[in-house]
């Protein structure tokens, strides 16, 4: 089965948000209570984050009232609440707990050598003995207090910046008798009267007990994303808020999930960007009042407030002692229900408590989920729910699931299963801890593969049946993993497979080797490029899949990306520039670094220009030309014998070996001896044959006299296109005119490539654009490229106008689109694929008279399942100078007698594309 994935898989509408109340100053020094709004500044800043962190902020000079910079420090800096300060004794005079042991402790700690540090410490000392010296005087500080990166070593705890009240603050304390080695961001902390820190440490989720290495976690990871994430779906379901989940997904290699609840199944967001379900929030807000829950529960002294960010419109937490949870549940049901709230009270962790609305909780939103699934026909065939505490009880209440209680389970939810499920056969206590649980429960449910990638030890060894491509990308990446920690043994023989795996697994059917200007590109008679689009649409419908495209150029690789942004040139598979002193490989052109050394051989830079100086005849390049092994020069035509065979007996006298190449009727290039395209050409041809894949035919295609080497290779075939210069005619005549693997072309330039193409037999040679009617040509042996690169080449002729049976056209195209196919705009819009056709009619010649021209690149397609393609590709249009490039990937099925069926177009704009408006896009 295949399932379509996109950002906008679970999408629905955006709520707007209220707009911020005006600014009120306070006139009270300490910082109001209020309801998830912001302190109001009395200033403004651009960006309050960046100002908090500002040396004005961090120095300024402490003082007795409110100023905006200790707003921006509450507001922006100090993300995390403390609970208030409270004594042992409350009655106990403040003196007791600053005795002078405890200052002179704080004095001996030794302080960064930040003089805000310093002279924050210094400040609270001189506060706390101006304190200690008041018979009476105990520790005022505010209802809520804030720290912020919280250090720790063994021995004590160090706290940068622990505010104790507006005028004065901590840079350090000292715990005696304690030896601490972690604290996080999500510490719960008290302060003491005796300067004592008690730490409730957060439960982080996932493995953080015995697992520092996440292996658990990544285990599953990589079994779901090679056998599950195609046609599963994903779904975390925590009591953690938004914030802190995103908060987790720093610290933990967690996957993407396809729907996430948060905060004890009160908010539910779907697809990466967490787009919120507004529906669930209307159910969540039915008989619910939160500020009645607020005030009801202040009621009990037994409930203290979580944090801030574990606070939530439809969520209120508490953490309370054990022994009092049932009695205060009871007795805080009924108050509610007095108040006319239907409310849910979950107990989790042996000290959570939380208030939630009766529709709320995690079973409630996976039921809901359920129905939404199945009222759009996708429920799944089967569900498993996990978990490991008491907010997860409702998850295993679901008809008609598979559960799994990992074994680090916690003792509510054990006894709930004691009393509720011990029968059920659909749940079970795993063995295995977290995610190791989850693993162990689809095996034993039989919902699935359950072996992880990462349980295979030697990835050469193990061959997996029914492999897919997502199984290759999962264990090519985890082999990255192993041999980067030194983990992989067998060091060639993987270096050997890796290769073999490569897009080309076999010799390729066929190999060009041709040069650009003149030769594959028309430099003088045509303007619209139309001899190069022919052999693209021929190459990448007949010979992209299984041969190999080499650009032999003697421009430097900066003017050869110059050209490929002037003309509609594909991407060649290797890259030789410089007349074939530089080879580069694939789209970001690597370059070999084997063939660098060899250049380097009896090379010397230095010497050459310093001997060419002495030739008045001979006149630089653009420095554009001027590449470490190529100096280019422009000559006399009449001058070039001489001025080369006295330029080689100087450069020999001085220990260099070189190559001297003229070419065009005036360029000349003094180059290594190894080097010039049919160096380049012997070694790229080892290189292969190395590789057992020395292609079975190699046509090379010139037009002047630094192609001359190309055709010296052996066993070649050779084409001279018809606007060859005089220099190469002189050669063949004098060299290759009795070859009959070397012919002279009729036509110019691409035109006289296809020609030999046809000439040698050498495979298809009837370019898609040779073709003028497309419902009448039906071509043999159609397969997955032939159909992409057809429609796209269609899209060019329509909106020129250039097809005249318009409605005969849409009939054909809409019959072979899926009636559900769907297509995803590169603004990430989704439209129905034939919609798209009809929408596609209204364009009918509106580029007509314009340089409007479509070309694909790169079309490579993959059998996915037999009967199933995946094609990708780089779809170029070009209106007049502006180009646009979409990345395509489309997916097609195959069906006797009735072609291929469009079912999915997905395009995304390219990094290449140098204009990226979606409102011009169509497809």
């Given at each position: ?21 005006p ?21 403004h ?10 040396s ?11 100023d905006?910079y200790?707003?921006?420090?509450y ?8 609970k ?5 004794d ?29 002279h ?8 706390l003995?101006?304190?200690?010296s008041?018979?009476q005087s ?20 160090h ?10 603050s ?26 004592c820190?008690?730490i409730?440490?957060r ?38 808020t ?27 967001a ?23 829950v607020e ?7 037994e ?37 006319g709230?239907?409310?849910?009270i979950i ?6 408590l ?18 939404k ?21 409702e ?59 990462r ?58 080797v ?13 303007n619209?490029?139309?001899s ?26 900066t003017?050869y ?50 001997e060419?100086r ?30 080369t ?5 100087r450069?020999?006298k ?66 001279m ?13 004098a060299n ?25 037999k ?28 057809e ?18 056209y ?10 559900a ?12 694929l034939?919609?798209t ?5 209204k ?35 070009q ?6 490039c ?5 997916k ?32």
């Amino acid at each position: 089965m295949y399932e379509r994935r996109t950002k906008r898989r679970f999408d629905v509408g955006g709520s707007s948000t209220a707009p911020s109340p005006p600014p009120v100053r306070d006139q009270y020094p300490w910082l109001r209570e209020r309801e998830d709004e912001p302190i109001p500044l009395f200033y403004h800043f651009e960006d309050t984050h960046k100002a908090a962190k500002s040396s004005a902020c961090r120095n300024h000079v402490i003082e007795d009232t409110w100023d905006d910079y200790d707003i921006i420090l509450y507001n922006e800096w100090l993300k995390v609440s403390i609970k208030p300060t409270r004594f042992v004794d409350p009655d106990r005079p403040c003196r007791d707990a600053t005795r002078s042991s405890d200052l002179e402790d704080l004095s001996r700690i030794s302080l960064r050598p930040d003089s805000r540090h310093s002279h924050l410490c210094q400040t609270c000392l001189h506060a706390l003995r101006e304190i200690s010296s008041a018979s009476q005087s105990i520790l005022s500080l505010p209802s809520r207090l804030e720290y912020r990166d919280v250090v720790v070593r063994a021995g004590g705890v160090h706290l940068d910046t622990l505010q104790l009240a507006h005028k004065f603050s901590v840079s350090a304390l000292s715990i005696d008798e304690e030896v601490l080695t972690s604290i996080d961001g999500d510490a719960l902390m008290s302060i003491d009267g005796d300067l004592c820190i008690s730490i409730d440490t957060r439960d982080r989720g996932v493995d953080h007990h015995n697992d520092p290495e996440n292996l658990s976690l990544l285990r599953f990871s990589s079994l779901w994303e090679e056998a599950f994430r195609h046609d599963s779906l994903l779904v975390f379901s925590t009591g953690r808020t938004m914030p802190m989940y995103k908060k987790l997904r720093k610290e933990r290699p967690m996957l993407t999930p396809d729907v996430i609840i948060t905060s004890v199944g009160t908010e539910i967001a779907y697809g990466k960007s967490m787009v919120t379900d507004d529906s669930w929030v209307e159910i969540m807000n039915h008989k619910w009042d939160r500020g009645i829950v607020e005030e009801e529960t202040s009621k009990f002294p037994e409930l203290t407030l979580q944090r801030d960010c574990d606070q939530r419109p439809n969520k209120v937490s508490f953490f309370i002692d054990k022994s009092k949870a049932q009695e205060v549940t009871k007795e805080l049901y009924q108050r509610l229900e007095k108040r006319g709230l239907e409310i849910k009270i979950i107990f989790s962790g042996g000290k959570a408590l939380d208030v939630l609305p009766k529709g709320g909780g995690k079973g409630q939103a996976l039921a809901y989920l359920l129905n939404k699934l199945k009222a759009e026909g996708r429920l799944p065939v089967n569900t498993l729910v996990c978990g490991d505490s008491g907010n997860d009880t409702e998850l295993f209440t679901i008809p008609n699931v598979y559960g799994v209680m990992v074994r680090n389970s916690q003792e509510e939810l054990l006894e709930w299963y004691a009393e509720n499920a011990k029968d059920n056969a659909k749940i079970i206590h795993a063995s295995e801890r977290c995610v190791g649980g989850i693993l162990e429960a689809i095996g034993h449910f039989e919902l699935g593969p359950n072996l992880s990638p990462r349980d295979v030890s030697d990835l050469f060894e193990c061959k997996e049946d029914n492999v897919n491509p997502v199984h290759e990308v999962v264990m090519f990446f985890l082999f990255y993993e192993r041999w980067r920690r030194g983990e992989v043994e067998n060091c060639d023989a993987y270096i050997a497979s890796l290769k073999a795996s490569c897009r080309l697994t076999s010799p390729p059917r066929l190999m060009i080797v041709s040069d650009l200007d003149d030769t594959m590109v028309e430099h003088r008679n045509d303007n619209e490029n139309h001899s190069l689009l022919r052999f693209n649409s021929l190459w990448e419908e007949a010979y992209r899949h299984d041969s190999l495209l080499v650009f032999s150029t003697g421009r430097a690789k900066t003017m050869y990306k110059k050209l490929r942004k002037e003309r509609p040139l594909l991407t060649p598979d290797v890259i030789v520039t410089s007349v074939g002193t530089e080879i580069s490989y694939g789209k970001s052109m690597v370059p070999d670094e084997n063939w660098v050394e060899i250049m380097n051989n009896k090379w010397n830079r230095g010497i050459v220009e310093e001997e060419t100086r002495k030739f008045p005849e001979l006149t630089l390049q653009a420095e554009t030309e001027q590449m470490p092994h190529k100096l280019s020069f422009h000559v006399d035509k009449s001058k070039v014998k001489e001025v080369t065979k006295e330029l080689y007996q100087r450069l020999e006298k001085r220990g260099l070996e070189i190559k001297i190449i003229f070419s065009g009727g005036i360029a000349l290039d003094v180059l290594p001896k190894g080097g010039g395209k049919g160096q380049a050409l012997a070694y790229l041809l080892k290189k292969l044959k190395t590789e057992g894949k020395l292609p079975l035919n190699t046509l090379v295609c010139g037009d002047s006299g630094n192609d001359t080497e190309l055709f010296t290779i052996p066993n070649v075939y050779g084409v001279m296109v018809s606007n060859a210069r005089e220099e190469l005619l002189e050669w063949y005549a004098a060299n290759g005119k009795d070859n009959s693997n070397i012919i002279h072309a009729c036509e110019r330039c691409a035109g006289g490539i296809i020609e030999a193409i046809g000439h040698f037999k050498l495979g298809p040679k009837l370019s898609p654009r040779d073709v003028s009617d497309f419902l009448e040509c039906k071509a043999d042996n159609v397969n997955p490229g032939h159909a992409v690169v057809e429609f796209f080449l269609f899209n060019e002729r329509w909106r020129r106008g250039e097809i005249e049976n318009c409605a005969a056209y849409t009939k054909s195209l809409k019959a072979s689109c899926d009636p559900a196919g769907v297509f995803v705009h590169p603004s990430g819009a989704e439209k129905s694929l034939r919609g798209t056709i009809d929408e596609l009619g209204k364009y009918h010649g509106d580029k007509k008279d314009k340089k409007f021209r479509v070309w694909t690149d790169q079309v490579l397609a993959t059998e996915t399942t037999h009967g199933t393609w995946i094609v990708k590709l780089d779809k170029w249009e070009q209106t007049g100078n502006e180009r646009k490039c979409c990345t395509t990937t489309v997916k097609l099925t195959s069906k006797e007698n009735e072609g291929f069926v469009w079912e999915n177009v997905q395009q995304t704009w390219s990094e290449e594309s140098e204009v990226k408006d979606d409102s011009t896009w169509i497809i």
